[in-house]
Structures are given as C-alpha cells and as structure tokens.
C-alpha cells in the first residue's frame, strides 16, 4: 500500500514500526536530551526494500547500528517544511515480517522545535529549570529519528534521566536506580503498552509535585499551584470518566491525569496519553474552564485509540472529541449545554472561516496537504465543522441509534488508524445492515462529497438557545448609548455566558467607543478577572474600541500567556490598533513563546 501521508518522508509503506525505546538525559544546562532511541522495524515487503527512511529535524545524529552492525547511513538533503531523511541502507533487504533493531545515537540541538526549555525565572515558583515536549503535528522527528505520522503506531518505552522530576506519555515503572553517577541524576522509567504514533510522544521534567483528583487520577503542577490546581479539578474528574465510559466504552489507558504546564503552552490541552498537558489558563478559580479536560479526556477514544491517518484528515479526531466533549457536558449541565457549548464554537468557526476566506482550502473538512506544514492549516475548522458533521449524521439517524455506532465505530477502529473514506463505509456499513428501512433511505442522501470538499462554512442547524438568550438580551442593551450597566446584570451568569455576552458585543457592527468599552471592563469587573477566557474577550472589544486604558493589561497577558486561542486575535487586533507596539511586544517575548506560537504570530504580523 503507498503511504496516504504526505506530511512524512518515512517509507513507512515497506517497513511497519513496532516497538520505541528512548534512552534519554534532560541536560538542563545545554539545553538538550542526548542519548539514544530503538525502533524496532518489521519489514511490510519480501526483502524489496533495501533502505530504511526516517523522519528528523534539525538532529545531531552520531551512530547508527542496524542488528547491532554498522550500516552505511546518511541525513539527506531537507526537504521544507518536512526537515531531512535519515537514510540507513539495508542491502540484502529483509524477508516479509522478520524485525530489526535500529539503534541511532543522537542529541538534540538547538533548533528542535518540539521542545520548550525554559530557564527557572519562566516556571511558577522561578526555582528550577523545566522542559515539556509538543510533538503535534510533526514535531516528533526534531526530538528522535521515527516515522512521524498518525498513520504509524508502536509500543513504547521510556528511560529518562533528570535531575528532576518526570512525567511522560506512559505509565510509570520503578526504576533500577535512584540516583546515577551524576549527583542527582534519577532515572524515570514509562512502559506505554498501548500502540501510539510518534506526536503523542511526550515528556516533561522540572519542579513537578503531584495530588489525587479522582479513583484514576492526579494532577501534577509546580508545588506551589497544586493546591489550586487539585480544588479546579477535583469536582469533576470521577464524573468526566464515568460519562465518557458510559457513551463510548471502558477507558483502555489504566490512568487518567493531567500536567498543569507552565503558561507559555501553546494550547489549551494535549492529549498525551495517561498524562493530558494542559494550560494553567483553565485553572481560574472558578472551576469554569475545567470542560478543556472533558475534551482532553475525550481523545482518549477519538485520536488516541482511534486516529486520522493523515492530517488531511483531523476532524476525525478533533470532530469526534468535540462531539464527545459535548456530550459528557450536556449529561452532567443539562441537555441545553451541549447547544450552549455549540453556539459558542459556531462563533470561532465564523471567525476561523472569516479569517482564512470562506473559499480557501483549510476552511474544508477534508484539506490537501502536499507541500504543506500541517500547523499552517490549525484552526478550529476541524473541530467545529467536523462536530457539525457528526452533529448532522446524528440527527439524521436519531440520537438513540447514532448511540449505538459510537461504541461500534472505536471498537471498529481501536489501535488503528482511518481517513473519513474510511468512517463513511463504517458509518454506512453499520446503517444498512442495521434494519431500519427509515434510516437506510436516510443515509442514502448524505452529501458525502459537499461535506467533505466544499470551503467555508456548513449548513447552520437550529440551536436550542436557552442558555444564551439572556446573554444576547443584555448584550442588545449595549447597543444603545444611554444604557447604564450594574454589576447584577451578570449576576446569575456562568463565566461562558458572559462569554456569549461578550461575543455578541465583539460582533458589534459598530464597535462600542473608548468610553462605554471602559465602562463595561469596569462595571462588569471583568478586566481585574483571573479567568483569561473572558479577559482575552474582553480585550478584543477594547482593542477595537481603541481603548488606549487597557494596553498595559493587553502587553502583561501577551506576556505571560503562549495560548494561541487568546494571543492570536490579541496580537491582531493590537497591530490594527499600534503596529510598532505590537511587533515591539512580540520581539521582547518571541523566546516566551514555543515554536508553534511564535510560527503563527510571525505570520499573523507580517514578520514572516
């Protein structure tokens, strides 16, 4: 079979990856992991591949030893934006399903992008150094040599040295030895026995303490969040799994926890197996953010057991998990905040299609991506259309039936990996040997092809709007000039409905002016708020206002938060408003930033 991604140099069609071990030493003070990385290959043909080729970036490779002999090997020309082929010859091939053992020897350098390092003056408590990998989308081969794609899964172990603490996406074993040669130097060791592709490859070291938050998990953060961080998820966690259980199946990873990162994350969740990397932006003492880990949680079924084969292809898994999430969120709130949650993902999906134009390729389900780096395309259209397609195929079927292909499709699909030609003969499979003549004559006028391939956004479905309507009532109030707020009209509010609220009046066809913009950020207390969600909101308003009165709050929350969902449109609307002051803010905190935030403000600022 040809490999069906594009965003891989690996001839991963010849040769299948079944097992990685990583050897590595977090060398703070050089800012690298050194040591070496097994993969254990299988050969997919009859000795007619005489080379095996492996992604890398940016890689210091020293030695490459093939069933412990010493092959001839080369790192090949780059190829941008996809980094350089490591290339080790093979030349007498190998027989159909025999396995060879490749032992690479390599550092990291200084231009791996799929690490953020970080001095002891960027973490919390600004006593120790701290690292954490992001491997998604293609980041995984500027860390270690390995077929990185989504269509590839292999077994992994890990065997970290630090000199602190360490978490990684596997479930921890004891360790031979507490302390190595180095006078401090512990060893970490992590078996993950269940098949991943290399972007959930993660690991983190540096001043980590960790709490119970539920029968299967905990969470780990710098000692001095962790009180904070253990109240934020405490409620819920227990909760999150036994709905997610009840809708899918038995959750197949042993324990769930989550890494509270320090705030220069890019996201606002990473679904590494057993331990989720989340954004200290959702812990804001008001356990209103904490639906970021339904969604994380989520992925445990959809992209974890069950992924895209290729890029191309993620709404199979973040359309499936925002369904999911949605779903664990109406069956613990109440069947209208799954329309609530909706309705305020149809907003960035209006803004995400705004943003790119409504007939530009990364606005369709389905995206060609020869020649492109899969994180020019990140958005929330995969997300969120891809949820309306599932939203669509649920009401077409029924609710009560489509309930019934969710456990079949992750069953169907478990530790594997499917592009949505694929879903759509499972979902068809399913409904026509199901035996209701209703629903066959049903699925029989799914669009297929319109969904898939048409730009911009899909048909809008009618929303259950009991949660918002309030918020868009006081909302309509601020469009009149002599309105006068009082702290109660948000009273009775969630902190995402006033949310909504704030939406509403960023849609504003006529932006508020300077002075009633201020007196909404005042009355409503929502400037001196700690939860970054609605501040980030209300920013946007200010900014548009050309609200000078908040730039200074506008800088501090550019500086202290790498979240792209918040910083993107911040830094936009900032260069609207103050070009030199945007760029002058961004170059001061560019090294804050990981790489896959810095990429895309470069981008949005015309630096790049």
Known sequence: ?????????????????????????????????????????????????????????????????????????????????????????????????????????????????????????????????????????????????????????????FNITSPLPVVASGVPVPSDSSKGDDGGDKLFRFEQKVPIPSYLFALASGDIATARIGKRSVVATGPEALEGAKWEFENDMDKFLEVAEKLVFDYQWGEYNVLVLPPSFAYGGMENPIFTFATPTIISGDRQNVD???????????????????WEHFWLNEGWTTYLERRIGAAIHGEPQFDFSAIIGWKALEDSVSLFGADHEFTKLIINHKGVDPEDAFSSIPYEKGFHFLYYLDRLVGREHFDKFIPHYFKTWANKSLDSFEFKKTFLDFFEGYGNAEI????????????????????????????????????????SEDYQPNAKDIESFTANQTLVFLQAVQNFSKPLSAERSHLLGTSYNISSSKNVELKSAYYVISLKAGDKTEIPGIVELLSSVGRMKFVRPLYRKLNELDRDLAVKTFKEHRDFYPSTTKGQLEKDLGLK
């Open 1 to 157: 079979m040809a490999p069906r991604d594009p965003n891989t140099l690996a001839n991963y069609a010849d040769w299948g990856m079944k097992h990685t071990t990583v050897n590595f030493k977090v060398n703070f003070e050089k800012q690298q992991l050194e040591g070496s990385v097994l993969l254990e290959l299988e050969s997919l043909t009859d000795k007619k591949s005489r080379e095996i080729l492996l992604d890398t970036n940016h890689l210091s490779i020293s030695s490459v030893k093939l069933d412990a002999a010493d092959p001839e090997w080369a790192v090949k020309d780059r190829v941008e934006p996809f980094g350089a082929p490591l290339s080790v010859s093979v030349p007498n091939g190998v027989s159909r399903g025999d396995v060879v053992k490749l032992d690479i020897a390599l550092e990291t350098t200084e231009s791996c992008v799929g690490l953020q390092w970080m001095t002891p003056a960027q973490t919390g408590n600004k006593k120790h150094p701290y690292v954490y990998s992001q491997c998604q989308a293609i980041l995984a081969r500027s860390i270690f040599p390995c077929q990185d794609t989504p269509d590839v899964k292999s077994t992994f172990t």
């Open 440 to 479: 066959k004559e049903k699925i029989a006028q799914i669009p297929w092809d319109d969904r898939f391939y048409k730009p911009g956004l899909p048909p809008k479905p009618e929303f259950n709007t009991a949660y918002v309507d309030s918020c868009l009532e006081l909302a309509e109030k601020w469009k």
């Open 292 to 310: 970021v880990i339904a969604h994380e949680l989520s992925h445990s079924w959809s992209g974890n057991l069950v992924g895209c084969a290729s």
